[in-house]
Every structure is written in structure tokens, then in C-alpha cells.
């Protein structure tokens, strides 16, 4: 069946306008995609030693973090020779930290507080790094009572004390679980610096009159000799925080110092009970429990 003579005239249009619109219009450039922006991506490098030695640090394991919230961006362990890289990093300022057992985890060229960030970019070197990391120490404490023999459940506190960082000297104290038959308590990783030692503990062989502390009428039933305690002592020797002489720890070194307790006559010390009206009947206990004391 063959078209209308009108519906031929406008096939025909048809066909001519369609190739002439895929042309590009007089004047103006073909339309192109831009091409796809590669950032620069940069290396850390460098070699891990050890801060006392100088040798290196085999197995270390090197993190670069963000400056402000320390995330971890890359992670890298150290080769036998020390060597370390960390690849693929957009320019940017970055921490450096690295750990390894034995040592303490440390920021690039740390100091009191204070490191130093790797700044990476164009012209910028940083692939020829070394970094020194600090090992630990360790400290054993030997407590003895007067006749030299070991004392068992010692409770000891090492107390660090901190310097720099404009806030002066701080103490931060840590206290351990009791010791053992052998009286003695061993620590490790602990980070150079100066440390104070306290011990608590409670003669073994004491005998306190418990009938006594509850009525000051009770017949004296306990041997005066044997009524004793320790009192908190620290090292060298002292009773008070005052006289107390620091154990000096450098880095990687392995101290052991010996505290002997010496007994004294015990002192008891009696709190009338607490008047519990107004208080929440919960807590009550607690708040009595907190107010006695025995020394």
C-alpha cells in the first residue's frame, strides 16, 4: 500500500534533519569529559633503632595517624634491619607512633609529652627518618619483715612521678595485686623516670583484742607484744611521703630494691555509730562502712 504524498514529504524532512542535528553548530567546540584529578600520593620511611643502643628494631610495628584524633591511616612492621615504609599517603601532617614488645609505645622524636608531625608533600623529605624508640623497664620489690623473712600479701603502690608539660611534677600511682609466698612483686614495661614504692600489709602472726574495740569495759584478753601492725613504709625506709626516696629507673633498665616493715604497737581507732535518720535506708550501710576505721 503505498503512503500518502503528504506523509512521503514529511519521512522525507525527517530524514534530513536528524544527521544535520548530530552535527556540532558552527562555532562551538565538541563537548568533552574532563579528565579525572590524581592527587600525589607520598612515602614515610626510615629505619627504627633502639634510643639506648642505636641498633635497629626488628618487628617494630609503625603507624601513621591523624594529627587531631589519632586515627590510624596506614600500618607498617619494621624489617630485620629496621626499615620501615609507609606508602600511599595524600599530602598532610601526620604522627608517627611505633611499639614493639619490650619498648614503650613512642611518637616520632617524643619528649615530655611532645613529638614531632611528618609533614608530606612536594619537596618534602621524608623517607630518610630515624626513629629512636625507648625501651622499657622493669623493677622488683622484695618485702621482708624484721627477721628478713618474705611477707606475704604486701600490697605495693608505685607512684610515677611525671614532669614537664607546664603543669609541673605529678604523681601518678598504681597499686598492684598482694604478693606471693615469696614476698615479692615484679614489673615490667614500665616507663623510665622516677618512682616512689609504698607497701601495706599486716603482720601474720597479730593478734588484736576485738572484744575491746566494741566496749572499752572488756577485759584486756590480747597479748600486748602481739598486738601490733605495719605502717605504710616506703623506700628507703620512711613511714612519711615526705622522707620517701625515689627509685631511679632508666630506660631498659632492670632495678630490684628490697622494703623491710617494721612492727609497731597497733592504735584503734572507735566511730560512734553514724545516726541514720535521713538517709536513704540503701545506703546507709555504705555510708558507716566509710566512716570506720581500725589502724
Known sequence: MKAAPSVRILLALAALWYPASAQTLPGTAPAQAEPAVHKPLYRIAGVVVDAVTGDPVARATVSAVTTQTRYSLETTQSAEDGHFQLK???????????SRVGYQSTAFA????????????EDQSTEDLRF???????????VVDDFGEPVEGAAITLAHRLRGAGIGDLLVPRTYPPTGLDGTGIFYMLEPGD???????HP???????????????PRSANPTLDVAYPITFFDGATSEANATPVQLAPGARESITVTLHAVP??????????????N??????????LQSRF
Open 110 to 121: 617524643q619528649h615530655q609529652g611532645f613529638s614531632s608531625a611528618i609533614v608530606t608533600g
Open 281 to 290: 535506708r540503701e545506703f546507709a550501710p555504705l555510708v558507716q562502712a566509710n
Open 132 to 142: 629512636a624508640i625507648t625501651p622499657s623497664a622493669s623493677l622488683q620489690v622484695h
Open 266 to 279: 597497733a592504735l584503734h581507732v572507735s566511730i560512734p555509730a553514724l545516726k541514720t535518720e535521713g538517709i
Open 204 to 218: 601474720w602472726y597479730a593478734m588484736h583484742n576485738a572484744a575491746e574495740r566494741k566496749s572499752s569495759s572488756a
Open 195 to 201: 618512682y616512689y614504692v609504698a607497701v601495706s600489709a
Open 88 to 98: 600511599g599517603l595524600p599530602a598532610g601532617k601526620y604522627g608517627i607512633i611505633a
